[in-house]
Nanobody, 126 residues
Framework: QVQLVESGGGLVQPGGSLRLSCAAS????????IGWFRQAPGKEREGVSC????????DFANSVKGRFTISRHNAKNTVYLQMNSLQFEDTAVYYC???????????????????WGQGTQVTVSS
């Protein structure tokens, strides 16, 4: 049974940092590209970042480039999203998901992902 569990969200001041984790089970993480997505109240789910199965390729939304980084540790079955210089606009529920059809490349388009975690809340507030 494929399962993804996000953690690491919380309340942070503008300019602060958080590291989200996506713990995977029920499948071999090394075979899958993983994406991070977010959804703010009243808005559609949007792609934030993604990483290929071996970690050599990644992609980011323009809104987070230069502030967020993505990494993975396949032996620990975990993918990370490091978020720095957080802004009010980053407030959302963040989700990780497995790519449906690609592994050694990725793009953070929600319709390309099939299994999703339950999400973790990130709130940026002063």
């Amino acid at each position: 049974q494929v399962q993804l569990v996000e953690s690491g969200g919380g309340l942070v001041q503008p300019g602060g940092s958080l590291r989200l984790s996506c713990a995977a089970s029920g499948f071999t993480l090394a075979y899958k590209a993983i994406g991070w997505f977010r959804q703010a109240p009243g808005k559609e789910r949007e792609g934030v970042s993604c990483i290929s199965n071996d970690g050599t390729t990644s992609d980011f939304a323009n809104s987070v480039k230069g502030r967020f980084t993505i990494s993975r540790h396949n032996a620990k079955n975990t993918v990370y999203l490091q978020m720095n210089s957080l802004q009010f606009e980053d407030t959302a529920v963040y989700y990780c998901a497995t790519a449906r059809r690609f592994s050694n490349w990725c793009k953070p388009s929600p319709d390309e992902y099939d299994y999703w975690g339950q999400g973790t809340q990130v709130t940026v507030s002063s």
